[in-house]
């Protein structure tokens, strides 16, 4: 076997491996554990959180949740070019919301997204904030999710027209809550307190996104992260809902690790939960200590995002306000990148899970987005990305191909020095390189193309699977969503026959694959037809599969994978052929495909 061939076996095998085990590139980052038994320290910033000597009740703000939302509460709708739902008084908690723009389904009947819902439905979640009460105050002075607040207007509310939540308590304490929005997905929760009473009170406020129970469509794939999420001062965590530290009946800590322990923050951050699409954060203003915390509630089912701040003083006849903002919905590129860098939430952009090759997908979805922007078509946005990568690495091709060409120039010197070193491997070796050294060719560099592929289709998979923007996205005719697996099927013939296809993700329709894996194997054929079959059997029948076994492992990838994919092996056909034409070896591509369905010569035939 000569050293063409040995190079295009193992860019093979290492094709199928690449493709089999993938998924190994991306799991989560290892975090370094410490004790979850130690308590959160108090800093000397003030960022104890919640005061636990100097306070009436072992409970915080946070556990005085498990009665369910009275469904006869009164209620504040919120209505923006993005959102609708509602608020509900009791607790002034946000606690229905809907994305108007986005449905469940394609179909254009489908129900919208419901990101938030009330307690007593499924998968209740939902926006608290509360007060917790010092020494000389208790609970009942201060309002807890299940107060009853006052609004100062039946409207709803919307982008430029807050509400106002008012409650009182009886020894002199006046506390407002402001809620305003934009017309995206940010709303401003402004809360104050003021003491016209003769006494000085402490208090701390906090904000608490609860979750009841594990999503429903959680997809558990860990190339995705979903779960909680934080940013605290410069530093990232991602943890899953497996991994929440749980806090028992005697408010210890009783699990978890470092990474999901309370986190004092000094100056900026975030804390919530992410799902696949969409998100819910908890952004306290910036160079505002706080302190981060994440639990999950055994008792309840409940997982538990708080952001809680300093102990405050409010002075006789004195007013103190914190202000939170909260991100509930989509996460959409611009936005979030928007809330970043005009908004100043720090680090807001990685709350999309780019992966370990950041480098690449960051870049890759920007430009892949602004293609869309000028095209206005994913899919063709994708064809124009892959002609861009082409471009890029075609210095590298070029030289890749011209050495192929003079590889396949040399075949005859080759077989002569095969002839003349006989069973003598050693020589056959020496006498090959010296030819190489010779013609100046570098019979390795046939695999670079496929080794500068590899991390390209990983980052490109990732931006596909992430990004919202590939959801839902069309491309033509029988594509209506470039993140999923091509919908049509041998089974019924694409369609022409009258019944439907199998299930998406059976066996099934893992063998009737659909059309575009059917012309992604074409493109692959075609690409090998270039070069002449191998002479030796083995390597013959090894390429001969090839193409079919990547067409069934690929079929089921998102379709805008397959795509690219296919784009890619149409542009490096192109390349390759009129490259090699240029150094003067003419490709046979119909002699070759003729040539493969002969039947290869056996020992006795010669």
């Known amino acids: 076997m000569d050293d063409q061939n040995k190079n295009l076996i193992l860019a093979t095998a290492l094709s199928f491996v690449v493709i089999l085990v993938w998924f190994v590139m991306f799991p989560p980052p290892e975090q370094v554990a410490v004790d979850p038994n130690a308590p959160a320290a108090l800093t000397e910033n003030g960022v104890p959180a919640l005061p636990t000597a100097d306070t009436t009740s072992t409970e915080t703000a946070s556990e005085i949740t498990e009665e369910a939302s009275t469904p006869k509460a009164p209620r504040v709708a919120i209505d923006t070019p993005s959102l609708s739902g509602s608020i509900s008084l009791q607790g002034g908690r946000i606690d229905e919301l809907s994305l108007k723009n986005y449905r469940t389904t394609l179909d254009a009947d489908s129900e919208i997204v419901q990101l938030l819902s009330p307690v007593g439905s499924v998968g209740a979640y939902q926006a608290l904030f509360d007060w917790a009460p010092g020494s000389t105050l208790t609970f009942d002075d201060v309002p807890t999710p299940n107060t009853i607040w006052t609004a100062d207007t039946q409207n709803a509310l919307e982008p430029g027209k807050p509400i106002t939540l008012r409650w009182s308590n009886t020894i002199g304490l006046t506390f407002t809550r402001t809620v305003a929005v934009d017309d995206d997905f940010m709303f401003t929760v402004t809360q104050s307190v003021t003491n016209t009473g003769d006494t000085t009170q402490r208090l701390a406020p906090e904000s608490i996104l609860e979750r009841h129970g594990e999503p429903q469509d959680l997809k558990g794939f860990f190339i995705l992260h979903e779960g909680a999420i934080r940013q605290s001062d410069g530093e990232r965590d991602y943890i899953k809902y497996s991994n929440m530290p749980e806090f028992d009946a005697d408010n210890r800590w009783s699990g978890g690790g470092a990474v999901a322990d309370p986190v004092d923050v000094t100056s900026n951050g975030w804390v919530g939960f992410t799902d696949h699409y969409w998100m819910t954060t908890l952004i306290p203003e910036a160079e505002t200590p706080f302190q981060s915390v994440l639990q999950y509630d055994s008792r309840r089912d409940i997982y538990r995002a708080i952001a809680r ?298």
């Not at 124009?384 to 590889?407: F, G, Q």
């Open 309 to 606: 701040m300093a102990t405050i003083e409010v002075a006789p006849g004195a007013t103190e306000s914190v202000t939170t903002r909260v991100f509930a919905g989509a996460k959409e590129w611009e936005n979030i990148r928007a809330y970043q860098n005009e908004g100043k939430v720090d680090g807001f952009l990685d709350s999309i899970d780019w992966g370990w090759f950041f480098f690449l997908t960051k870049p890759i979805f920007a430009l892949l987005h602004w293609l869309n922007g000028v095209i206005g078509n994913m899919g063709w946005s994708i064809i124009a990305l892959t002609l861009i990568i082409k471009a890029a690495l075609l210095p590298l091709a070029y030289k890749s191909y011209v050495s192929m060409a003079k590889m396949k120039e040399l075949q005859p010197q080759m077989e002569k020095l095969k002839e003349a070193a006989g069973d003598d491997k050693q020589k056959l070796q020496k006498s090959m390189m010296e030819l190489y050294k010779k013609e100046k060719v570098n019979p390795a560099s046939g695999c670079l193309p496929i080794l500068m592929q590899i991390p390209i289709f990983f980052s490109l998979y990732k931006v596909i699977f992430v990004t919202l923007e590939l959801r839902h996205a069309p491309f033509i005719a029988w594509i209506k969503d470039l993140s999923a697996p091509d919908p049509s099927s041998l089974y019924n013939l694409w369609g022409i026959l009258p019944w439907d296809g199998p299930e998406a993700g059976s066996i099934l329709a893992l063998m009737f694959i659909g059309i575009l894996p059917l012309m992604l194997g074409i493109s692959m054929w075609l690409q090998q037809k270039l070069n002449p079959s191998p002479t030796d059997a083995t390597q013959k029948m090894i390429f001969a599969w090839m193409p079919w076994v990547f067409m069934f492992m690929l079929g089921s990838f998102a379709s805008g994978l397959v795509v690219y994919w296919i784009a890619n092996n149409t542009i490096t056909f192109i390349q390759q052929y009129l490259i090699m034409r240029s150094q003067g070896y003419k490709p046979d591509v119909f002699g070759n495909i003729l040539s493969s369905f002969k039947r290869a010569p056996k020992p006795e035939d010669k």
